[in-house]
Structures are given as C-alpha cells and as structure tokens.
C-alpha cells in the first residue's frame, strides 16, 4: 500500500498524426524560403527590398513556429488519487500558508478581495493546519477593516460550507449564481447565511464609498489604531495583525471547530526606497509567515482568483508526499482561468489552449512556468534551496511558538521583518525569495527554481481549481499583455535566457518552451510589416506572392490555411472556446501584436538602454456599469490610449482600402495573396469598422482617431515600395 503512486502520468493521444501534419508545414515552410531566395527581384525591380522584408518576416514566423512545437510535441496530463492520500497521510497532513496579494481597493475592490479569502479558509482541510497571509500593498485601512468583517463571517461560513459540501466556497461568486435551494433546511440555513453575507458587504461597501472608518467600528479592533491621517499609499510604516491566531483555544467557528489563522500585512513604504511590487510583497509574506507559522508548504493567489475547488491542496500534496516520484517536485502550478469570460470570449483572454496543450507540453520537458497564481511551492525552494537526491522535507515543520506567546509581541517582531530596510545588503530578491527586476517576476523565479534541479507539476483537474476575473475593456487586455510580453522578452534579452542560463541544467526543450513566451513581443515587428507592406504594395501595383496559377503558390497556401484550420480545431478540442471566439483570438493576438507587444519590444529596449525603468501597472478588475452591459454584450470597448487606437485603425483601414482597390483595379491571379491577407485582415477587423460607422455609445472610436488615422493611410499610400 505505501508504494501505490499518488499520481499518474499520461501521454496525449494522437501524436503520430500529428507529427505528419508538423513535418508537412515544415516541408512548406522550406519551399516558401527556397521560393524567396529564388525569385529574389533584380536590383532595377520594385519591390526588392520589400520582398527581402518580407522574406525575414516568413523566416521569423518559421523559426518561431518551431519554437512553439515544443509545447505540442508531446503534452502529458496528470490524475491525483487523493483517496490514497487520505488513506496514508491524513493524520500527518503538512499545514500549508496561503498568500493573498492585494494593492489598492478601487482597482481591486474589498469585497471581491474578502470573498476569495473566505473561499480559501473554507478549504476540505484541517482547518488548524491552514493559514492564511494578505498582503495589503496599498496599506488602506478600508482592506483591513473588511478584513476584520472577514475574521467575523468565517465562524459562519466555514461550517456551512462544510456542513453542504458547497461549490464555489467564495461567497460573492456563490450567491450571485447560486438559485435558492429546494431543501427546507438547507433553504433555511442558506437564507441564514446570505443575510449575513449581505449585511457584511453592505457594510463594507458603505465604508469604502465614504473612504474612512468610523471610531465606532475601530473600537473593534486595536489594529485599526495602526493607521494615523498622516499615512498614505506611498508612504506608511510596516502593520502586521493577527485577526485569528489559530493557537488561541477561543478561535473557533460557530461548531466548536478551529478557524484557520488569518493574518493581514502592510509592508513599509517610503518614497526614498524600491519597494520591487508584488516580488517585494511576497518575500515579506514568507519573512512574515516564517515566523508565526512557518509551513513547509505556500499557495500563493491573487487577489481575484478564488478557490474554486475545495480539494486543491489535498491534489497538490499527491505531487509532493509521492514517495517515489515526489522528491524532486518544487511547485504544482493550475492553470489561470476565469469566470467572467463571454460566451465567444471579446477580448480573446481565454488561456484554455495555453492550459489544454501549452503548458501540459512544457510540463513534459520538466514542468511549466510559475505564473505567479494559484502555485503551490515548498517553502525551501523559495528561500534559495537547490535539489540533491539526498534531500529530505520536514513535513512537520511549523512555528516555535508557543500558545501562551504574546500576540503583540509577536506582530511588532513580524513587522520589523518587512520594513524597508530589512532587506539592505541582503539575498532577498537575489538568492533567495522571489526575483527582483522583472515585470514578470514569478517566471524568471519559476526558471531560477528549475536551474536548481527542481521539477514542477501542471495539473488541471476538471473541476477548475481557481478562477479569476479577466480584463473587460480592450484597454485593460492592451496593459496586461504588454506587461506580460515585456517581462518575458526582458528575461530572453538578460542573462536568464533560457538557451544560456539554462543551458546543461533545464532539457532543451523546456529552454525552447519559455521562449515562446520569450518572443511574444519579438513578434509585434514582422506582423506590423505583414500588415501593412502587402497592402501598400497592393495599391502601387507590386506582387509579393507567387501567382495563383503558380506551382509555388501551393505551399503559400498549405502553410497558411493548415496552421488556421489546426489553431482552430485545438480552441476548439478545448471545449472550452466557440467557432466565433477562436477567430476573436486571432482578431486580438493580431491587435495585442500590433499594440501591446510593439510597446512591450519597445520598452524593453528603452530599459536595456537605460532610458527607463521597470515600472508595474495594476489591471483593474472593475468597470463601471455601462463597459459591463457592452462587455456581456460582447461589444468592444474602444477605451485604450488614442496611440493604441490609431495603430489598430490605420491598419484596418488600410487593408480595406487594399482588399477593395485590389478586387477591383488588380488581376485576381497575380495578387491573390496579398488581396486574400488584405480581405481576411478586413474580415478581422469587421469589430473596429463599426466602432467607426456605426456605433455611437462611449465605447466607440472617437472621431478625432479616426481623421489620424485616414491621415496616416493616406500618407503611408504616398510612402514609395522599393
């Protein structure tokens, strides 16, 4: 019995097939070059230097297709046997901390923080073993004040939720989707609780809205005397309270079980000091929790993605209390996934082929990426520690202090732990906790961890295990995927690039795997130059493809309709993504391209350069009413900077230009391709024409974006193809 695995791996299926289609695109990839390379024009022809541009453009998309086939080469897919682990371990069950970031309560409001916490305290675990750290980077008393509210509800909600075995265990989500139960007693206790919750949020709402908290409510609590009116964002001491010490006999929910330890932290902040965003928050947590609990196991999630699966952590520790394939695992990564996404997904935010192919691909070559949610790590691998085969975990692991200790004593010890001189001519950020330096700092982290000689597990069970909130507005999509492809692209440029710091320490194909996220940005140059020089060299009269009678327009067309048709028939062996919402995908990866990447590529440089520093842009998660009505609608909203949107309408005008002029004034044969890469740029942005012509609500495109942008078009029709 102590020899069965606590988890299995499976290969996916269909590789031969598979593997035929790659070598296929492959062998067109080659003829297409080899075609290029041939019919290079003659120095006296127009459009040599444009089909020279275009050829590195199709040497990039080929080099980086192959890039991506090491995430689809082989993906494998894991099964948990938690009745196994039960059966083992549950008497000696590892406690486990959980860290909850958050940074400003307009951008991330306290009830939506408060309801993910509740969701991860009502966890089906041993409620003396859990945990829980937020990390309230704005330092706002109104966070800690729905804290407060929290530590109050949870003697209700713990037990009910127990009691009914619920799902979703956050209770904002779980009302709100929730019709009222048939059962009588159940009805009664739901309806119990629901007026509770209801009370509590209001209560809450009403503080944030008036923006202070009233000597009443602070008598409740000595931590709210923490705050003075001289504190501000930017500019606040170190506050650590305890609002549940799970050592106090007299921490109980309304059954007579123990609650799980609650704990709220505001790190330092002064103006004269870095405080290295959410990798800074982090390291404090561990600092932190080090002290009061000290669990050899950490689940970090932010603030929005609530547990949505109450067996997490049980599925989790089958990777890690594996007697024989266990030892070397440092994290179990589940994926991003959201709740809010619209049925044909506007903004093309889904991750579902990420989650359903990519990351299960990477986690062949060793594990996937620490994407800084919803990860599970042991607490050694975040304080620096490499893997030797002789490596064992203290499972037992936890706090040295005892009961009777001084809980004052004990948070003004914790708060000298993240103050902003705490970490001066230290390892932190180094060495040892979460990388400082990087938009992106739980991937480069996750590498540094895997360079160790750690493995990491990708499971994606199917009852997700979190859920989050995604971008509503095309403006908030843009400044997350800059960040994102900005951060990845910075670690490809540094020293941590996977093909150098990796090299002899992480398999080859694990190197191959980050770049694809690596080069997100890279490839903003070439589909800016696709989107526009075909176009333009259509008006002037200049073929770029071989004819449509041509025998060399056979691979043109293979390559490009079989990558489409297989990008399709994977959103859609998801299960998860529309018809519709695969070609909303590829509508916002062109616009992420031209926009969020392209700025991304560019800021990266500005930084190597040393013209500019890191900086992090919160993503909201609210939007007012009226961008909520458009967005469950699925009708864009044109909110982005007037930069962003003159781009993505001079480009789209520009190839409706070019698909018209081309079908009427141009021979079909001869400019086939570039008038089929016009119509189905054009076809693409049908969304961006109407937020032109036709609407007339907020979200549209403002009239004076759209003059530049005419502006622009006319002027690149002046702009000679040589």
Same mark, same amino acid.
């Given at each position: 019995?102590?020899?069965?695995?606590?988890?299995?791996?499976?290969?996916?299926?269909?590789?031969?097939?598979?593997?035929?289609?790659?070598?296929?695109?492959?062998?067109?990839?080659?003829?297409?070059?080899?075609?290029?390379?041939?019919?290079?024009?003659?120095?006296?022809?127009?459009?040599?230097? @444009?089909?020279?541009?275009?050829?590195?453009?199709?040497?990039?998309?080929?080099?980086?297709?192959?890039?991506?086939?090491?995430?689809?080469? =082989?993906?494998?897919?894991?099964?948990?046997?938690?009745?196994?682990?039960?059966?083992?371990?549950?008497?000696?069950?590892?406690?486990?901390?959980?860290?909850?970031?958050? @940074?400003?309560?307009?951008?991330?409001?306290?009830?939506?923080?408060?309801?993910?916490?509740?969701?991860?305290?009502?966890?089906?675990?041993?409620?003396?073993?859990?945990?829980?750290?937020?990390?309230?980077?704005?330092?706002?008393?109104?966070?800690?004040?729905?804290?407060?509210?929290?530590?109050?509800?949870?003697?209700?909600?713990?037990?009910?939720?127990?009691?009914?075995?619920?799902?979703?265990?956050?209770?904002?989500?779980?009302?709100?989707?929730?019709?009222?139960?048939?059962?009588?007693?159940?009805?009664?206790?739901?309806?119990?609780?629901?007026?509770?919750?209801?009370?509590?949020?209001?209560?809450?709402?009403?503080?944030?809205?008036?923006?202070?908290?009233?000597?009443?409510?602070?008598?409740?609590?000595?931590?709210?005397?923490?705050?003075?009116?001289?504190?501000?964002?930017?500019?606040?001491?170190?506050?650590?309270?305890?609002?549940?010490?799970?050592?106090?006999?007299?921490?109980?929910?309304?059954?007579?079980?123990?609650?799980?330890?609650?704990?709220?932290?505001?790190?330092?902040?002064?103006?004269?000091?870095?405080?290295?965003?959410?990798?800074?928050?982090?390291?404090?947590?561990?600092?932190?929790?080090?002290?009061?609990?000290?669990?050899?196991?950490?689940?970090?999630?932010?603030?929005?993605?609530?547990?949505?699966?109450?067996?997490?952590?049980?599925?989790?520790?089958?990777?890690?209390?594996?007697?024989?394939?266990?030892?070397?695992?440092?994290?179990?990564?589940?994926?991003?996934?959201?709740?809010?996404?619209?049925?044909?997904?506007?903004?093309?935010?889904?991750?579902?082929?990420? =989650?359903?192919?990519?990351?299960?691909?990477?986690?062949?070559?060793?594990?996937?990426?620490?994407?800084?949610?919803?990860?599970?790590?042991?607490?050694?691998? $975040?304080?620096?520690?490499?893997?030797?085969?002789?490596?064992?975990?203290?499972?037992?692991?936890?706090?040295?202090?005892?009961?009777?200790?001084?809980?004052?004593?004990?948070?003004?010890?914790?708060?000298?732990?993240?103050?902003?001189?705490?970490?001066?001519?230290?390892?932190?950020?180094?060495?040892?906790?979460?990388?400082?330096?990087?938009?992106?700092?739980?991937?480069?982290?996750?590498?540094?961890?895997?360079?160790?000689?750690?493995?990491? &597990?990708?499971?994606?069970?199917?009852?997700?295990?979190?859920?989050?909130?995604?971008?509503?507005?095309? @403006?908030?999509?843009?400044?997350?995927?800059?960040?994102?492809?900005?951060?990845?692209?910075?670690?490809?440029?540094?020293?941590?690039?996977?093909?150098?710091?990796?090299?002899?320490?992480?398999?080859?194909?694990?190197?191959?795997?980050?770049?694809?996220?690596?080069?997100? &940005? @890279?490839?903003?140059?070439?589909?800016?130059?696709?989107?526009?020089?075909?176009?333009?060299?259509?008006?002037?009269?200049?073929?770029?493809?071989?004819?449509?009678?041509?025998?060399?327009?056979?691979?043109?067309?293979?390559?490009?309709?079989?990558?489409?048709?297989?990008?399709?028939?994977?959103? $859609?062996?998801?299960?998860?993504?529309?018809?519709?919402?695969?070609?909303?995908?590829?509508?916002?990866?062109?616009?992420?391209?031209?926009?969020?990447?392209?700025?991304?590529?560019?800021?990266?440089?500005?930084?190597?350069?040393?013209?500019?520093?890191?900086?992090?842009?919160?993503?909201?998660?609210?939007?007012?009413?009226?961008?909520?009505?458009?967005?469950?609608?699925?009708?864009?909203?044109?909110?982005?900077?007037?930069?962003?949107?003159?781009?993505?309408?001079?480009?789209?005008?520009?190839?409706?230009?070019?698909?018209?002029?081309?079908?009427?004034?141009?021979?079909?044969?001869?400019?086939?391709?570039?008038?089929?890469?016009?119509?189905?740029?054009?076809?693409?942005?049908?969304?961006?024409?109407?937020?032109?012509?036709?609407?007339?609500?907020?979200?549209?495109?403002?009239?004076?974006?759209?003059?530049?942008?005419?502006?622009?078009?006319?002027?690149?029709?002046?702009?000679?193809?040589?």
């Amino acid at each position: 019995m102590g020899n069965e695995s606590l988890f299995v791996t499976e290969h996916a299926k269909g590789r031969i097939p598979y593997r035929l289609y790659v070598s296929t695109v492959l062998a067109g990839i080659c003829m297409i070059l080899y075609y290029r390379v041939t019919h290079l024009p003659d120095t006296w022809q127009e459009g040599r230097w @444009a089909w020279i541009g275009l050829s590195l453009a199709e040497i990039w998309y080929g080099f980086y297709w192959i890039i991506t086939q090491s995430v689809r080469w =082989n993906p494998i897919y894991r099964r948990t046997f938690k009745d196994k682990l039960s059966q083992r371990y549950e008497e000696k069950l590892p406690n486990v901390d959980i860290f909850i970031c958050t @940074a400003d309560p307009y951008a991330e409001p306290p009830s939506l923080v408060i309801s993910t916490v509740l969701s991860l305290m009502a966890y089906n675990y041993p409620t003396e073993k859990l945990n829980l750290y937020l990390s309230d980077d704005g330092g706002s008393i109104l966070t800690f004040y729905a804290m407060w509210e929290a530590s109050q509800f949870a003697k209700y909600w713990i037990p009910f939720c127990k009691k009914y075995k619920i799902e979703p265990r956050a209770p904002l989500t779980f009302f709100s989707s929730e019709d009222p139960p048939q059962d009588e007693l159940y009805y009664k206790d739901w309806l119990s609780i629901k007026s509770l919750y209801d009370e509590m949020t209001n209560r809450i709402e009403s503080v944030v809205t008036s923006g202070r908290v009233s000597e009443e409510i602070k008598e409740n609590h000595k931590g709210f005397y923490q705050w003075t009116h001289e504190m501000t964002k930017k500019n606040h001491p170190s506050i650590v309270q305890i609002l549940i010490d799970g050592n106090d006999s007299n921490a109980i929910d309304t059954e007579g079980n123990k609650l799980p330890t609650l704990v709220y932290m505001a790190r330092e902040k002064r103006p004269e000091y870095h405080h290295n965003f959410k990798a800074g928050a982090m390291n404090a947590l561990i600092r932190v929790s080090s002290l009061i609990s000290d669990s050899p196991i950490i689940l970090n999630v932010d603030c929005d993605m609530y547990s949505n699966n109450s067996d997490s952590i049980r599925d989790a520790l089958c990777f890690f209390l594996d007697e024989e394939k266990g030892q070397n695992i440092g994290f179990v990564q589940y994926p991003q996934n959201y709740n809010n996404l619209t049925k044909n997904d506007t903004y093309g935010n889904s991750l579902s082929a990420i =989650n359903a192919v990519e990351m299960c691909g990477l986690d062949n070559w060793g594990g996937p990426l620490y994407i800084g949610t919803g990860c599970f790590h042991r607490r050694e691998i $975040l304080c620096g520690k490499s893997y030797t085969k002789d490596y064992k975990e203290d499972w037992h692991r936890r706090s040295r202090r005892n009961q009777d200790d001084d809980v004052t004593k004990l948070e003004e010890e914790a708060q000298s732990l993240c103050t902003c001189t705490y970490e001066l001519n230290t390892s932190w950020g180094h060495e040892v906790g979460l990388k400082y330096g990087c938009p992106v700092e739980d991937v480069i982290t996750g590498l540094i961890i895997q360079c160790r000689g750690w493995k990491s &597990a990708f499971f994606n069970p199917q009852q997700k295990g979190f859920l989050g909130v995604a971008p509503t507005t095309l @403006a908030q999509t843009i400044l997350q995927h800059k960040r994102w492809s900005e951060g990845n692209f910075q670690i490809f440029l540094s020293k941590y690039c996977t093909f150098l710091y990796g090299h002899g320490k992480i398999k080859l194909g694990l190197q191959m795997s980050y770049c694809v996220y690596g080069l997100w &940005a @890279a490839n903003s140059i070439p589909t800016i130059y696709y989107t526009i020089v075909p176009s333009l060299s259509l008006l002037k009269g200049i073929s770029l493809f071989p004819k449509m009678t041509s025998v060399w327009f056979i691979p043109f067309a293979y390559v490009m309709i079989t990558k489409q048709v297989y990008s399709a028939l994977e959103a $859609l062996m998801t299960r998860e993504i529309t018809l519709k919402g695969w070609w909303n995908i590829q509508r916002m990866w062109m616009i992420k391209r031209l926009t969020s990447y392209f700025f991304g590529t560019v800021a990266c440089f500005l930084k190597i350069l040393g013209f500019s520093e890191m900086g992090f842009v919160l993503t909201g998660k609210v939007s007012d009413d009226e961008n909520s009505k458009r967005y469950e609608k699925e009708i864009m909203e044109f909110d982005s900077s007037p930069l962003n949107l003159v781009i993505i309408v001079s480009v789209a005008l520009l190839n409706l230009v070019g698909f018209v002029f081309g079908m009427i004034n141009r021979g079909f044969d001869r400019f086939c391709a570039q008038i089929v890469i016009c119509g189905v740029i054009t076809v693409l942005n049908l969304g961006i024409y109407e937020g032109i012509l036709i609407r007339k609500d907020k979200g549209s495109i403002n009239w004076l974006v759209t003059m530049i942008s005419i502006g622009v078009v006319i002027f690149m029709s002046f702009i000679p193809i040589f």
